[in-house]
């Protein structure tokens, strides 16, 4: 089945060392998205591409960047992760599913990362 | 700007009752409106979306949503609620057909035996 896969499904880092998440997608749509949600609140966005142009939210920190070397994958860097880090990241991917007429969202099953 | 209102945090209602979950929406443009479900620990589920076609949408699991536009309004309902509905809802609205996703806050619903 086409769909966004995230790996890995939990990471568990340390303080301050770089951590990388990955997201690939087999639906070939041209927006990836990051979002971190953390307990018990609603996803934030952090940033997106929109085919290999990078828009970043005004609020993301310099912390966190991101890489989309092709349409199929994408990356997360935390350079120096805190433990206000810690919190599942989605990743998602909007563009036209196969059959329908408009656009669509997909998201994958999310990393939890824990920083010890 | 866009924004998004869950009018509540947490809902309570018994297995077998109706399920009223409330949402609000502030949008310049025609808004696509769209309602996710996440279950603790899992990822995000879509329930249902509107995007400009009839305003009653109807999505999986029995649940539906009418879009009211002079109440700027997107309510989520189901006739009668499951134990497995327990989770967290989030009613989320994009502006234009890619445009970024705005999420409210999320609503905890519980169902009671």
């Known amino acids: 089945d086409a769909m966004v896969i995230q790996n890995p499904r939990y990471q568990v880092t340390q303080f301050g060392k770089p951590v990388t998440l990955s997201c690939s997608q087999t639906?070939?749509?041209?927006?990836m998205y990051w979002y971190q949600q953390k307990s018990s609140q609603a996803p934030k966005l952090l940033f997106h591409?929109?085919?290999?142009?990078?828009?970043n939210e005004a609020d993301t920190p310099d912390n966190f960047q991101s890489r989309r070397p092709n349409t199929s994958f994408c990356f997360l860097d935390i350079r120096s992760p805190g433990l206000g880090d810690a919190a599942m990241y989605l990743c998602?991917?909007?563009?036209?599913?196969?059959?329908?007429?408009?656009?669509?969202?997909?998201f994958g099953s999310g990393t939890r990362l824990t920083v010890v | 700007a866009q924004s998004v209102t869950q009018l509540d945090s947490h809902v309570s209602v018994s297995e077998g009752t109706p399920v009223l979950l409330r949402c609000n929406y502030s949008?310049?443009?025609?808004?696509?409106l769209f309602w996710y479900v996440q279950h603790p620990n899992k990822g995000l589920q879509l329930l249902l979306k509107?995007?400009?076609?009839?305003?009653l949408v109807k999505g999986i699991n029995g649940f539906e949503a009418e879009f009211k536009k002079s109440e700027t309004s997107f309510h989520l309902t189901k006739p009668s609620a499951h134990m497995s509905d327990a989770a967290e809802y989030f009613c989320?609205?994009?502006?234009?057909?890619?445009?970024?996703?705005?999420f409210g806050k999320g609503t905890k619903l519980s169902v009671k035996p």
């Open positions: 998602a991917t909007s563009g036209k599913l196969e059959g329908a007429l408009d656009y669509g969202y997909t």
């Open positions: 639906l070939n749509h041209n927006v």
């Open positions: 591409y929109y085919d290999k142009d990078f828009n």
């Open positions: 949008s310049s443009y025609s808004p696509s």
């Open positions: 509107y995007t400009s076609a009839a305003t």
């Open positions: 989320v609205v994009s502006e234009g057909s890619q445009g970024n996703l705005i």
